[in-house]
């Protein structure tokens, strides 16, 4: 759906569009709603009562206000729209609101509707017209590039909402986080056949021109000669060459610091030698959405312009079988020099993030954040909505969780516990790349590897859960959620 969103100074019912929308927030019409009830002589409150309407989050109520239209002006129908119980409300409520609303308007064949900033009166005006508009624009995401016909039928595709007595400027942020977390969507959706490691590339080269990123390729020759062997064992394997991509955003203004973002970019996981099971596969096509996550972060990044330096490293690849990939056992030498031995190809996310964050590392960076869909194991323990958040240095970790808490995306410590290292020490090698056979604490060997390749402040999120949504969830369809990139903003674009 394509949402237009305007910022209007005036009051909801002034607003000249022909459906106006006011909550219900326990069980009682908002002051906006209040007013509009007074103006229609108690049709809203009236039918509210004859049906019971209580306003349970999400649930809408249709109320057409014709009859008592003065002059035929002003608008022919009133959406009540339920924000739920009075208790326990915050600014997700806020932002789910806005996620459900367009799409309860689009199905009412809407397109152009008025609604009031929610709950502006309790958490100021800036920040409710900020979740509002991220929610509506979120919620507003489809993706059917590959439909070869029109998959919402009559649904309205065009929505034009107005925001009344909403704050310009934060309709403005929303919009530029919306877009970023609207390219990392398409990324990731982007089937593997199209999104290869060379299109990835493309596609990052071309945002980042277009944004005035400096940006930086390698092909798979350059990869080698770097000495990144680790990251071109994974690649080897496969028909589409590897491409090491590297942008950075320069601050106009002198930059208070310098942070390194590193995304996995598996652009197709099948496990390798160490095949996983065909069911497995299924999301893997979702293994670049640490990727996409920095690489949308980057757009907004470029769009708002703060004062902090920020390099983002990407080691695309693709792992897959063949007679030139990597096998079991196979010891590869990493761009740090450690020796590394091959205990399971499909553990291969680890093997190109370990050069990677080795690189990052080597360019000079003040802290760095290094987003994964790493493990199945953090899923186990964390779920599809959280992710799994590891550190070295807890000053940092804490910067990212609040600016995650900030962003509204969930994540939660787990620690790097360096009794488990033990692990990952290999007879042959300086380090293995699973602990064999134990499936114990997975999440954190894998974060513990990582953390062997800098001693620079490094936070490592393991987004394996949340990257990718099987069904439809409050801010959007099934597939790649875009999650990462609102929280990279948060923490880096003010
Ligand atoms: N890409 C997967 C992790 C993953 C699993 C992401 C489920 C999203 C959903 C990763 O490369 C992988 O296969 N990890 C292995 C590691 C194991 C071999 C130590 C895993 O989690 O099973
Ligand atoms: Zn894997
Ligand atoms: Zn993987």
Not at 78 to 86: I, N, T
Not at 151 to 165: D, F, V
Not at 169 to 178: H, N
Not at 410 to 423: D, G, S
Request: proline letters at 4%; aromatic letters at 6%; a neutral charge.
């Amino acid at each position: 759906m394509e949402i237009t969103l305007k910022a209007a100074r005036r009051f909801v019912e002034e607003i000249p569009a022909p459906l106006v929308v006011v909550g219900v927030w326990g069980g009682e019409l908002s002051e906006a709603g209040q007013k509009l009830d007074q103006k229609h002589r108690k049709a809203l409150s009236g039918m509210m009562q004859a049906l019971h309407f209580k306003g349970e989050f999400g649930e809408s109520l249709l109320v057409p206000l014709s009859s008592q239209r003065s002059q035929k002006e002003g608008p022919e129908f009133a959406l009540l729209f339920g924000l739920g119980k009075k208790r326990g409300v915050s600014l997700e409520t806020v932002r789910k609101a806005g996620a459900k609303l367009v799409q309860t308007v689009a199905k009412l064949g809407f397109k152009e509707a008025a609604s009031e900033t929610f709950l502006a009166e309790k958490f100021g005006k800036e920040a409710a017209s900020y979740a509002l508009a991220e929610g509506a624009l979120l919620g507003g995401y489809s993706w059917a590039k590959y439909k070869t016909s029109n998959p919402s039928g009559k649904r309205s595709e065009k929505l034009r909402l107005w925001l009344a007595r909403a704050a310009g400027a934060a309709v403005a942020r929303a919009e530029v986080v919306a877009q970023a977390v609207h390219y990392a969507r398409d990324l990731v959706n982007e089937p593997p056949n199209v999104l290869t490691p060379v299109e990835l590339a493309r596609r990052a080269s071309e945002m980042a021109q277009a944004l005035g990123l400096e940006v930086e390729v390698w092909d798979e020759q350059q990869i080698q000669e770097a000495g990144m062997g680790a990251y071109y064992g994974v690649a080897q394997g496969s028909a589409n060459p590897p491409r090491f991509i590297q942008l950075t955003y320069k601050p106009q203004t002198a930059s208070r610091r310098t942070v390194a973002l590193v995304g996995k970019g598996l652009t197709f996981d099948t496990g390798g030698y160490s095949l996983k099971p065909s069911e497995s596969q299924i999301t893997m096509k979702g293994d670049m959405a640490g990727a996409a996550a920095v690489l949308g972060a980057m757009q907004a990044i470029a769009r708002l312009q703060p004062p902090v330096e920020v390099r983002a490293y990407i080691a695309a690849a693709e792992n897959m079988i063949s007679g030139a990939a990597y096998r079991v056992s196979d010891v590869l030498t990493s761009l740090s020099g450690k020796t590394i031995e091959v205990l399971n190809t499909d553990a291969e996310g680890r093997l190109t993030l370990a050069d990677a964050i080795t690189y990052a590392d080597r360019q000079g960076a003040d802290a760095i954040v290094e987003l994964s869909t790493l493990t199945g194991a953090c899923v186990v323990a964390l779920g599809e909505k959280v992710a799994g958040l590891f550190t070295n240095e807890p000053r940092w970790g804490r910067e990212v969780q609040e600016a995650a808490e900030r962003a509204g995306e969930k994540v939660w410590p787990l620690p790097l516990e360096e009794e488990y290292l033990e692990a990952l020490k290999s007879d042959t090698a300086d380090l293995k790349n699973t602990h064999g056979r134990s499936r114990s604490a997975g999440a954190i060997t894998a974060a513990l590897f990582l953390a062997e390749f800098t001693d620079k402040p490094l936070v490592h999120l393991d987004i394996a859960g949340p990257a990718y949504s099987e069904k439809s969830h409050d801010l959007g369809p099934a597939g790649g959620t875009g999650f990462g990139v609102r929280t990279l903003v948060e923490l880096l674009g003010h």
